[in-house]
């Protein structure tokens, strides 16, 4: 197999995993929020922490989905969803024709 192909595809699917851990981790702040869990918790503080620099310039920029219950965290898997992860599939489809 080709060296490239194999660098792509393994790039591919790291940041595919590492895109599945920050879905989780925003769904956890999510969860977090609903059961109003305390803020000094370390849990919480770092699923805070890892989430706000994202969420941030989204509820900036889109302060309508802040309308009585925040949409922003769902926004922004939508985003990862539909924007970043095809990021991943081309690296797939890249490497696939440099294998042939």
Do not use: H, K
Request: aromatic share 12%.
């Amino acid at each position: 197999m080709n060296p490239l192909a194999t660098l792509l595809i393994s790039l591919g699917r790291l940041v595919e995993y590492v895109l599945w851990v920050y879905v989780l981790i925003i769904v956890g702040r999510c969860v977090v929020t609903w059961v109003n869990a305390s803020p000094w918790n370390p849990i919480v503080q770092f699923l805070y922490n890892v989430t706000e620099p994202a969420l941030r310039p989204m509820r900036r920029s889109l302060p309508f989905l802040q309308m009585g219950i925040d949409l922003t965290p769902w926004a922004l898997i939508l985003l990862i969803q539909f924007v970043v992860s095809p990021v991943a599939q081309s690296m797939f489809f890249y490497a696939a024709g440099l294998v042939r």
